[in-house]
């Protein structure tokens, strides 16, 4: 079956960017929404955006300035970019797949996470 | 953006108790509700979209409910494997907000 696995540096200084791969492992990237998701200490989970294998994308507002998404079908992966980066960006990064059922966005496979940080 | 609310935050259970999740929208989102499970450290897992449907493999004690704003999650006879952190998640319209979650601990 479809695995996912978040890969990246776990630390990251204030202002850089924040670069996340997310591999696809049992499956094609093609005809399917990837999501990237973050959770920060202590509070719940934040969609901060997904992108289709043709390269559209639909970001969380709150990111979209500093957010860029790409899929790299040639290695089966997609990543996240998150610029300008402060200690609020430090949390659990996750990367999901959306299938669409009746119009449902359902994330129904997800990584196991990766912890970045953002400190000098 | 939709707001999604649960309730409780956490809360303690025996085994086999029943067990009932609320998550509230801000606003209307039909049924575009899903729920999901997820255990420290590992990838969370979907146990219910569209409010009521029980994903393929998820055991039949999971139940979901509810529409427009009000939706349930329970849980009929509480397993050892079933303590974790529960979340709903909303995919009527961008950005898709999720719940806080609910911890499900044991008493």
């Known amino acids: 079956q479809v695995q996912l696995q978040e890969s990246g540096p776990g630390l990251v200084r204030p202002s850089e960017t924040l670069s996340l791969t997310c591999s696809v492992s049992g499956g094609s990237i093609t005809n399917n929404y990837w999501n990237w998701f973050r959770q920060t200490p202590g509070k719940g989970l934040e969609w901060i955006g997904h992108?289709?294998?043709?390269?559209?994308?639909n970001y969380n507002p709150s990111l979209n300035s500093r957010l860029s998404m790409s899929v790299d079908t040639s290695k089966n992966d997609f990543s996240l970019r998150l610029s300008s980066v402060t200690a609020a960006d430090t949390a659990v990064y996750y990367c999901a797949r959306s299938i669409v059922t009746s119009d449902n966005f359902v994330m129904d496979v997800w990584g196991q996470g990766t912890t970045v940080s953002v400190s000098s | 953006d939709i707001q999604m609310t649960q309730s409780p935050s956490s809360l303690s259970a025996s085994v086999g108790d029943r067990v009932t999740i609320t998550c509230r929208a801000s606003q209307s989102i039909g049924k575009y509700l899903n729920w999901y499970q997820h255990k420290p450290g590992k990838a969370p897992k979907v146990l219910i979209s569209g409010a009521t449907r029980l994903q393929g493999g998820v055991p039949s004690r999971f139940s979901g409910g509810g529409s427009e704003t009000d939706f349930t999650l329970t849980i009929s006879t509480l397993q050892p494997e079933d303590f974790a952190t529960y979340f709903c998640q909303q995919s009527y319209s961008i950005p898709w907000t999720l719940g806080q979650g609910t911890k499900v601990e044991i008493k």
């Open positions: 992108i289709y294998n043709s390269g559209s994308t």
